[in-house]
T-cell receptor
Framework: AQTVTQSQPEMSVQEAETVTLSCTYD???????LFWYKQPPSRQMILVIR??????QNATENRFSVNFQKAAKSFSLKISDSQLGDTAMYFC????????????FGQGTILTVHP | GAGVSQSPSNKVTEKGKDVELRCDPI?????LYWYRQSLGQGLEFLIY????????KSGLPSDRFSAERTGGSVSTLTIQRTQQEDSAVYLC?????????????FGPGTRLLVL
C-alpha cells in the first residue's frame, strides 16, 4: 500500500514571500502520478499542480512549482510571491500502482499568508 | 462548463436515521469517486465507479454504507442507521477516465453531522 506523509501541520508566510511545503511518499511502484490540491475554507478541492513520475523535469504552474526527487520519494511544493488568496489547506496526493484510480492523500498542511 | 455538484451542502441528522448524499459529476466523465474527510482520519477513499460499475469498494467502512451510480452520471451515497462517527465531510470527484494519470475534479462536499 502507498502512504503519503506531510510533516508540517501548519505553515505561515508573509505576503510576497516564498514558502515550501513538504511531502514524502512510500511506494514500490515505478510509474505513478503526484498531485498537490488546495482546499480553501469553501471546502472546494482545487488542483494546484501535478507531476508524472516518469518525467524528470519538475512541473511548474505560474507561481507554483515542485521539487520532485524520485529516489528520495520527495515531492515538495514551492509557492512564490505568496498571496492572501493562497491561504488554504494543501494536500499532497498519490495515484498509481495498486491504488490505481484512487488518490491517497497526506494529512494536509494549513498555510496562512499574512499581510 | 459546470463542475462537480453535490447536495445537500449540509445535513444534520439524528443517530439511527438513514441519509442519502448526491453527486452530479462533470458531464462526460466516466469515473466517479467518493471520499470522506474527517478530523481524526483525514481524507479517505470510499468507492470508485467506472460507468455504473464499482470495481473498487474497498474504502467503504461498513455494510451500513452503500453507493450506486445510474446512467453513468449521478451517484448516490447512502448511509443507513447513522452513527456519530459518520460525521464528516463527504467529497465526490470525477475524472474523464479511470486511470492514475487522470486529474480528479472535486465537488464542494456535503457536511454531515450526526447528533
Amino acid at each position: 500500500a502507498q502512504t503519503v506523509t506531510q510533516s508540517q501541520p501548519e505553515m505561515s508566510v508573509q505576503e510576497a514571500e516564498t514558502v515550501t511545503l513538504s511531502c514524502t511518499y512510500d511506494t514500490s511502484e515505478s510509474n505513478y502520478y503526484l498531485f498537490w490540491y488546495k482546499q480553501p475554507p469553501s471546502r472546494q478541492m482545487i488542483l494546484v499542480i501535478r507531476q508524472e513520475a516518469y518525467k524528470q523535469q519538475n512541473a511548474t504552474e505560474n507561481r507554483f512549482s515542485v521539487n520532485f526527487q524520485k529516489a528520495a520519494k520527495s515531492f515538495s511544493l514551492k509557492i512564490s510571491d505568496s498571496q492572501l488568496g493562497d491561504t488554504a489547506m494543501y494536500f499532497c496526493a498519490f495515484n498509481g500502482g495498486t491504488s490505481y484510480g484512487k488518490l491517497t492523500f497526506g494529512q494536509g498542511t494549513i498555510l496562512t499568508v499574512h499581510p | 462548463g459546470a463542475g462537480v455538484s453535490q447536495s445537500p451542502s449540509n445535513k444534520v441528522t439524528e443517530k439511527g436515521k438513514d441519509v442519502e448524499l448526491r453527486c452530479d459529476p462533470i458531464s462526460g466523465h466516466t469515473a466517479l469517486y467518493w471520499y470522506r474527510q474527517s478530523l481524526g482520519q483525514g481524507l479517505e477513499f470510499l468507492i470508485y465507479f467506472q460507468g455504473n460499475s464499482a470495481p473498487d469498494k474497498s474504502g467503504l467502512p461498513s455494510d451500513r454504507f452503500s453507493a450506486e451510480r445510474t446512467g453513468g452520471s449521478v451517484s448516490t451515497l447512502t448511509i443507513q442507521r447513522t452513527q456519530q462517527e459518520d460525521s464528516a465531510v463527504y467529497l465526490c470527484a470525477s475524472s474523464l477516465g479511470g486511470g492514475a494519470q487522470e486529474t480528479q475534479y472535486f465537488g464542494p462536499g456535503t457536511r454531515l453531522l450526526v447528533l
